[in-house]
């Protein structure tokens, strides 16, 4: 059967570095995914599309990460850490490649839709490997739990302030970026061939399935609530990625490319901070701690649009971050805790599923709305509705 090794596998990278070498192809593969949204304004002003053409860009990427967890996300258990990796590592680089060579419209959809594909194999494979190679080498796991969000919220966070930065002070803005990775991609390809694999393969061939997805028996209304939690936190994400520099630009005449990465920044690092010091408190608390913190901030960001100010707009986003980040957290630790433990994989599949519409349907709901009504009425119902969800949500919750 497929399990941890017991015994070290030989391998040029010992243990302890091998953890930052997946640390750093975890955080880079993360960091990539988000490097188009500072550049979306540019392709947007070169080729003269519209927001809903960028809301469909964005939510491509959504649908290609869903593919990848329920047909190859699983499958390192069986075929090892190491390798899921590098294919990863490798379909990230044949992204950014896309990328470079094919950046029309349709090229950017392909691109999207392939680095997708890429993060879909890369987020439980890495967050396991990471636990693995952490125990190797005598980390406690609390350590490596950290070091795994840091990786997966603090790249997403990392790409559009890295892009934003490259576009305003580098030469090529619709290039360099990609640039950067290209290389990055290719040498982490080879460091992470030289990390210890973690994972015996099984010794009889078992029959390839999709991942399959449950909802526990028990509790549903619970679940349902936890699932709608987790919906609200990544259309918050979601729409920050895609559409914060639109808003941006558009309500706040703020064209800053720096600025358009740092917004989505903001909202990623808060997510990842927020979940690291409050992991230790129970599950309530911090469904408590996340309603509260998600409508105060979108009723600033709310507010900083209809008021047109950039730090009570920015100020928002950062305690908006915070309350959807626990809340995330809270929804999978619920998941977790209400699934047999023999679907437990089965139950957060389906919260991911769930996660990921999320992440996918309020943009492009919200890209066709900016065709018919303007910015700030817009952004003002969204915030509202997130919030009024988050709250029933998170009241369903506390009741379990």
Do not use: C
């Amino acid at each position: 059967m497929s399990g941890v090794n017991a015994a070290p596998r030989r391998a040029a990278i010992p243990h302890a570095g091998g953890f930052w070498v997946v640390f750093a192809a975890f955080i880079a593969e993360m960091a990539f995914s988000t490097v188009p949204t500072p550049l979306y304004a540019l392709y947007a002003e070169r080729d003269r599309f519209p927001t809903i053409t960028v809301t469909i860009i964005f939510a491509v990427y959504a649908v290609g990460v869903l593919a990848s967890l329920l047909f190859v996300g699983h499958l390192s258990d069986r075929l090892g850490r190491r390798p899921m990796i590098l294919v990863s590592l490798g379909v990230s680089l044949v992204s950014a490649v896309l990328f470079l060579v094919w950046n029309d419209v349709a090229g950017l959809i392909v691109a999207r839709f392939v680095n997708g594909v890429a993060i879909g194999a890369l987020t439980a494979t890495a967050t396991a490997h990471l636990s693995e190679l952490g125990a190797a080498a005598r980390r406690s796991p609390g350590r490596s739990a950290i070091v795994a969000t840091l990786a997966n919220l603090g790249g997403l966070g990392l790409g559009p302030i890295l892009a934003g930065l490259l576009a305003a002070y580098a030469p090529s803005p619709l290039v360099t970026p990609y640039l950067a990775f290209v290389v990055a991609f290719i040498v982490l390809l080879v460091l992470v061939a030289l990390v210890p694999e973690t994972v015996e393969p099984p010794r009889e061939r078992q029959a390839y399935r999709p991942q399959r997805i449950a909802v526990p028996s028990a509790a549903r209304g619970t679940f349902w609530a936890a699932g709608a939690v987790a919906f609200a936190g990544f259309a918050v994400f979601g729409t920050f990625t895609a559409l914060a520099p639109t808003f941006l630009a558009g309500t706040l005449h703020e064209t800053s490319r720096v600025l358009a990465g740092l917004a989505p920044f903001i909202v990623f690092a808060a997510a990842a901070l927020a979940q690291i010091f409050t992991g230790s408190l129970p599950t309530k608390t911090q469904v408590r701690i996340a309603v509260v913190l998600a409508v105060l901030g979108l009723a600033a960001v709310a507010l900083g649009a209809g008021l047109a100010s950039l730090w009570l707009f920015l100020l928002g986003g950062l305690v908006a971050g915070a309350g959807v980040g626990i809340a995330f957290r809270a929804a999978m630790g619920t998941a977790a805790a209400l699934a047999d433990p023999a679907r437990r994989g089965e139950a957060l599949a389906g919260m991911f599923l769930i996660a990921y519409l999320g992440l996918t349907v309020p943009v492009v709901l919200i890209g066709a709305a900016l065709l018919i009504w303007a910015q700030v009425p817009v952004l003002v119902v969204f915030a509202a509705a997130i919030a009024v969800m988050v709250v029933v949500a998170g009241i369903r919750m506390l009741r379990r």
